[in-house]
């Protein structure tokens, strides 16, 4: 019988925030691959996992997975974790996974965190539907995208580093408009964990004049939302003047 592929998220911050299977599927695996094992040794080590983790990531995860679909088909199970949140989400895993796919070889990814979640629960924006953007490109297509996005009716969500941050909710402000409503949350989970809603103008003043440390989560409203929350302001105006006049 072939092993299994089993994805394990791991915290974003808080230890606290583990699953009691994710601690027991890593403890049991024959194979663990990390996104950069510096990071989750110590991990492994709090949680009493006695093993040595081997690298995956984008810059070997193609030449590696050869090897590992080798491991699976001789029966041995194999997890893989990324530095913090779901592998696979802006982590490396999807070329993995899909190798595994071909080859029949059965693959499970347990539920845990990962950074979006609780930013779009937070941010009060519309949760019913959402796009997940990730990162943006760097340059090449980063502005067709963002004038794609322009038109966008459903929440979204982005992945954004703290000395790209300010250059983004610029971006955000000359493509989506500086009304456009948003949240940006950071150290998610952690002790200086952060939430700044308004409008992407009034986000970005907040964090001209703030230390920006940690990874980022931006979710922006969509272009109906925008509209829908000015419509509710025009009309709310209208009530509180037709109610002073009287």
Same mark, same amino acid.
């Given at each position: 019988?072939?092993?299994?592929?089993?994805?394990?998220?791991?915290?974003?911050?808080?230890?606290?925030?583990?699953?009691?299977?994710?601690?027991?599927?890593?403890?049991?695996?024959? +194979?663990? @691959?990390?996104? /950069?094992?510096? $990071?989750? &040794?110590?991990?492994?080590?709090? !949680?009493?996992?006695?093993?040595? *983790?081997?690298?995956?990531?984008?810059?070997?995860?193609?030449?590696?997975?050869?090897?590992?679909?080798?491991?699976?088909?001789?029966?041995?199970? +194999?997890? @893989?974790?990324? /530095?913090?949140? $779901?592998? &696979?989400?802006?982590?490396?895993? !999807?070329?993995?996974?899909?190798? *595994?796919?071909?080859?029949?070889?059965?693959?499970?990814?347990?539920?845990?965190?990962?950074?979006?979640?609780?930013?779009?629960?937070?941010?009060?924006?519309?949760?019913?539907?959402?796009?997940?953007?990730?990162?943006?490109?760097?340059?090449?297509?980063?502005?067709?995208?963002?004038?794609?996005?322009?038109?966008?009716?459903?929440?979204?969500?982005?992945?954004?580093?703290?000395?790209?941050?300010?250059?983004?909710?610029?971006?955000?402000?000359?493509?989506?408009?500086?009304?456009?409503?948003?949240?940006?949350?950071?150290?998610?989970?952690?002790?200086?964990?952060?939430?700044?809603?308004?409008?992407?103008?009034?986000?970005?003043?907040?964090?001209?004049?703030?230390?920006?440390?940690?990874?980022?989560?931006?979710?922006?409203?969509?272009?109906?939302?925008?509209?829908?929350?000015?419509?509710?302001?025009?009309?709310?105006?209208?009530?509180?003047?037709?109610?002073?006049?009287?």
């Amino acid at each position: 019988m072939t092993g299994k592929l089993y994805l394990v998220p791991t915290p974003i911050g808080n230890l606290e925030d583990m699953t009691f299977r994710a601690i027991r599927i890593l403890k049991e695996a024959d +194979v663990i @691959l990390a996104e /950069d094992t510096r $990071t989750s &040794a110590p991990m492994l080590k709090h !949680f009493g996992i006695d093993k040595k *983790a081997y690298s995956h990531h984008q810059h070997n995860e193609h030449k590696a997975t050869s090897e590992i679909i080798k491991f699976l088909k001789e029966g041995k199970n +194999v997890a @893989l974790v990324s /530095d913090a949140g $779901t592998p &696979a989400i802006s982590d490396p895993g !999807f070329f993995l996974v899909r190798e *595994a796919l071909k080859n029949e070889i059965e693959v499970n990814c347990l539920p845990g965190a990962t950074a979006f979640v609780p930013a779009l629960v937070n941010s009060g924006l519309p949760s019913d539907q959402f796009v997940f953007e990730g990162f943006l490109p760097v340059k090449k297509g980063r502005q067709t995208r963002l004038k794609l996005l322009a038109d966008e009716e459903r929440t979204m969500i982005f992945y954004e580093s703290p000395h790209r941050l300010l250059k983004t909710l610029e971006e955000f402000a000359e493509f989506l408009g500086e009304d456009r409503q948003a949240s940006v949350s950071r150290e998610l989970t952690k002790i200086y964990e952060e939430t700044v809603r308004g409008t992407i103008i009034e986000i970005k003043s907040h964090f001209e004049n703030n230390i920006l440390k940690g990874e980022f989560v931006i979710c922006v409203a969509g272009k109906m939302a925008s509209k829908d929350k000015g419509q509710k302001n025009k009309d709310k105006y209208k009530q509180e003047k037709n109610d002073f006049n009287r």
